[in-house]
């Protein structure tokens, strides 16, 4: 059989149940996070009730303790969980710590699962990814990373500066990448959180809020690790790196298409009930031009992400794919909610309606996880090469 | 099993047939056809080339002569047959010809698939469409049909203007949906070209050169016609309109997208190979930009077509679904083949490139078969009728 | 002689001496009012300053101690103030005073210029401007004004609730719009805040952060008025609100502008410090079409506002050509700070950069001062209007 | 005075005339040379007549015969005169002619000027620029030229190959840029069409039809040229070009925004008498979005335009400006046919209602006199090259 786009039952129970805890329980803690900040005892309670409500991250392996859904179902059920902007969280399958398990799952020794997949699935602790430094170290060209790691004794030495480090404020462990010595490649490090060389500095002041633990400037200073604090193989941190991120790139797709799907209902609601100059908003040609729109960027959003999240879970690097749809989706959201802040006026850009909440908060989303630029010129470089080997064979 | 993208092996051969048919056959006889028009001549050379090349009419049933194909398998070999403006004429899948073909399939009678359908998907005659009416006639709001149908005696006769009439001049019939005196309603008729009352008229001066037969002014100058020249129920003319629409709306989709695709790479293939300040045109950022931009509005818009075109497959009528995509893709499809114009420069414009060509005959798309706006107020319409339900249940 | 763009010595002086302004006196406070708010007393330092560096109230008349500039030469010097989210404040050139002071300049009494105006202008206190309502009320439709005005005695009793009400918490006074029950129009009232009726309420949540004395929800409980609290006259509510409404569009549109500006200076200075793939960022090719963006959106905007502000300054009404700029101006200066958020990449949307609180701010010009929709559906009724009089004079 | 956008009444009674020239004469005369083509002889018909009108050449010298305008009022009359494609050959104000004209008045010699200039002015004959070489030659890139000039006793000998060169099909002579062995640099050379190495080759088959003489290939066939026919000082013909790139490429604004103004007006004039859904069209929504933007571009391009005009008129070298001005403008012009099309539906790519034939011509705008994508660049390294003064002085 050629193509199919049936949601299997298990598929479509969980995504029902996701929508259930997040409208039963999620959305009623919204303000208060929006007004004091995300703290890690609301996350507590919600993950809580997420595991009781019996929709415990989706995305990590059944003997893990997760859903165990294909890549291609998870799409389905973290676009769910992204409807409220608490979601992932509440369900354990936000950024970074998703991503993290993801990678520890492909490339963590039996060690290292114990000791850090286990706890971060479980929800018990949280976790960061320390790459992103500040100019002129990595960032958009990774290649310019700047922390080192050198060989000391059986251990490693890390020094450098990181910054705009999600979560690293709480979290118990980071994934630190750094330049190692010996390979001469990047390699990536698990570095413990009460290790005194590891130094969580300011956080950034972006305009989202709803982030638990910040974007923080860490400090590896001179933070002595043992030879194990390794993850994956030394001198291939760059390809780890890559097992992380390109599915990484589409559960932040997932998710923010979720956020941007109830940026849009809440906007039709108002539209709806809204009378101006004698009509209904929603029944006057320039709100039906934003209503279209956004069910047309919504639609073409999620198909063109459902067949990248199929080729990833085919086994396929996805590499073109994942960057196309990142391109894409990050900025069909941001157009979708920039129409629904819109549509809903002059409480469009305010919190008590969430439009204006997840206005600011997805605007990042162009920038990281590859800024659409460097994903552009990503995509540009492959198709010119294809070209010029079909021209000069 | 969830969902599914993968290519069967039947659909694959046929489809590197197509692109071998397409480069080998059809894409030689195109300056020509630029130059001078496409002759029913032409037409029939390319379609005896194409039966014995084994791409006969992909879409149209197996029992009929035709490949037999599911809808959505469909869509990846009418992609590929676009990618010459001729390419959906040789393969018997072009517009108007392989609408009227599936709305007689549908709902015609065992006599009309004798003397209508049978020659039709044989390619011995070729057919038109006859709805759009000059204003303040039927166009973008269909419930203006002005043409009349009375009953005189057993028969009817047929009086009103048409305009726009894909090809007429040289169409053995036409389709032709008038309001019939009898039902109150819209009903359609089967005339034949060389009825006395059946006149074709001046052709519109329309920017596009690739259709053979014209967009033509058509009278029905008091048309006699016998009882059996309904097409369908009377008085159902719109419902049975709606059988034909949304296909249509998505086969154009795909021809286009093969259209803009080729655009596409002829623009690539000149980036590649041009150098300009010092480097290949193609490794500069505006011109990545350009790139980027046309693969993944390429793959947004296939992804999108794929999945609509599975629901129809379904069994769906998925109005909603095809009005979204072909809003999506005929506006994908214009700007893509405009990016391409750009790269290309200053022979952009150029018929040579074949991308000037492209450029002129793709732009109504955005108005026929439902203009933009109008399926943006369709679309806009049942979000609000969804929304005031799920408020007010 | 016909065109003229010279800028005159002394509008070339006040601007040099506004850019300095800014950039000694008002930039080095700005992170402290993103962090803790604006307060009042913030407010007070820096019109103090303003005072003494000669920079006060460009906009305002001469004889009322402003700089007396016609409105086109408003244009080049609240451009300049807009740098800094708080220079028009410190200018005492920032909505909602700016309006109100101009408004109260053109129709005032003169008990009411002396008791209002006198101590606006100066500074000395603050005002707002209550003529928005929750839905149903007015909003987008002014017509859809709930709030009341009965006679008793002399004067007036005003019952309603307005709400986004700008600046409303600490303003000495605000003009509030209200239904009046003897002209059955619209009328305008001044009301002291320490009327026991004028009750000021909750802040909106929304996303921006530099405006003093919040969004606030207004309740008029019963507000006793004297007989000389009218403003203007009554039942010419609307009339004298066009008064305020078209100069007081292009006002934002100058300060706006002036912020996106200053964002895009920002983003271009961290764009030729910084290397990426080893070469500046500046000097790529995506970057360039950032770049370049913004500087044709800025040039295109500050000449179609000079252009308006001359029409303005020349007597004209200029209601076309406000909503035009209008438009224009506030989608332009969305675009250039959300390229400029882009070409910062990963602080882009941080307020250390100051950009990232810019976007934020930015977001509901696009709403208030007409919705870009309302204005569009005004520009087309007047472009409908005089066609259908060409070809029917 | 500071700002002053006054018209003039000589302007404003020059604008009249042409207003009612193009209207009376010209635009009869349209539909004529859409099917036909623009002959030599219908140009001189349009001429004569518009000589009679009083309506010769606006831009031109008075002393020549033209109307000897200041280059801001210029954009007054260009624009009316670009209002029919017909309309700025009809007064002699068309390219390639009204640049090379400039361009002669700048830099001929006196035997030059009476030769050429004078015979040009007057509309005696037709010219061509010859500048665009095939790749890997001279185009977006200038500085690629290829096409040399040697020396031969006292005069010199061209060899190359030109293409797209825009009249040069019946042109008495052509400006030649070519690359002199004795400078080292580009000189400009005046060639005569009846030079037997003067070889006009093929038509380029573009999709636009109003141009009179082709985009043609042209080869310098070893043409050998007397001493005088160096046009300006040897080895400065990239200056000399930009003498006459910056005002030509404002003067193709001009006339470009007269045509996408007309194309608007058309589109208005079908949605005012147009009835669909129960409502005149321009009445609905999304028409009046489509015409709002209209014409808000119409008038973001024209206060731009005017802005630049005067900076050229004052003696600015304007290179950023027209920069800008040229890239704005040209898709501002693009966006407003395109939403023409749209808004006068089925027919808007016809020829009958001139939208469609200008739909097509207009396209190429954004590829000549530099591509948006080389202005950008440009436009962007002079930022760059700014900050960097000003962030290390």
Same mark, same amino acid.
Request: hydrophobic share 35%; net charge negative.
């Given at each position: 059989m050629a193509f199919d786009f049936t949601v299997t039952p298990r598929v479509a129970d969980w995504r029902d149940r996701i929508a259930a805890f997040i409208a039963g329980t999620v959305v009623p803690r919204e303000q208060e996070a929006f007004a004091g900040g995300v703290t890690d005892e609301l996350r507590r309670e919600l993950q809580r009730a997420a595991r009781e409500a019996g929709v415990?991250?989706?995305?990590?392996?059944a003997e893990l %303790? $997760? !859903? %165990?859904?294909?890549f291609d179902e998870t799409a389905v059920l973290l676009e769910e969980a992204g409807t409220s902007l608490l979601g992932p969280l509440a369900l354990n399958c936000a950024a970074p710590d998703e991503g993290n398990l993801h990678l520890l799952d492909m490339v963590a020794t039996a060690d290292q699962r114990e000791r850090y997949l286990k706890p971060l699935v479980a929800g018990e602790v949280r976790s960061c990814f320390a790459m992103t430094e500040p100019?002129?170290?990595? $960032?958009?060209?990774?290649?310019? =990373?700047?922390t080192t790691a050198r060989r000391s004794g059986d251990g490693w030495v890390l020094s450098g500066e990181k910054h705009l480090?999600? !979560?690293?404020?709480?979290?118990?462990f980071s994934i630190v990448m750094a330049r190692d010595s010996e390979s001469g490649g990047a390699s990536m490090f698990l570095v413990d959180a009460?290790?005194?060389?590891f130094v969580v500095g300011e956080h950034?002041?972006?305009?989202?809020?709803?982030? &638990? !633990? !910040?974007h923080c400037r860490v400090t590896l200073a001179d933070a002595v690790l043992p030879a194990?604090? &390794? =993850? %994956?193989?030394? $001198?291939r941190g760059f390809a780890h790196a890559q097992v992380r991120l390109a599915p990484a790139r589409l559960t932040h797709c997932m998710r923010w298409l979720g956020a941007a799907r109830r940026a849009h209902e809440i906007a039709v609601e108002r539209a709806v009930e809204r009378e101006v100059f004698g009509a209904p908003?929603?029944?006057q040609g320039m709100a039906q031009q934003l209503i279209a729109d956004n069910e047309i960027d919504l639609a073409a959003a999620r198909a063109m992400m459902w067949h990248t999240a199929w080729q990833l879970a085919q086994g396929s690097r996805g590499t073109e794919e994942s960057s196309r749809t990142k391109v894409f989706v990050s900025e069909a959201v941001s157009r979708i909610v920039d129409r629904a802040v819109q549509l809903a006026? %002059?409480? $469009?850009?305010?919190e008590e309606l969430v439009i204006g909440r997840i206005y600011a908060d997805i605007r990042a989303f162009r920038i990281y996880d590859g800024a659409s630029e460097v994903h552009r010129m990503s995509i540009a470089k492959r198709v010119a090469r294809r070209t010029r080997e079909r021209l000069n064979p």
């Open positions: 415990w991250a989706p995305q990590a392996p %303790g $997760g !859903g %165990g859904f294909r100019p002129p170290g990595a $960032g958009s060209d990774p290649a310019a =990373l700047r480090i999600t !979560g690293a404020e709480g979290a118990a009460d290790n005194p060389g950034a002041r972006t305009i989202d809020r709803t982030t &638990v !633990g !910040g194990d604090a &390794v =993850l %994956g193989e030394p $001198g908003l929603a029944d006026g %002059g409480m $469009g850009t305010s």
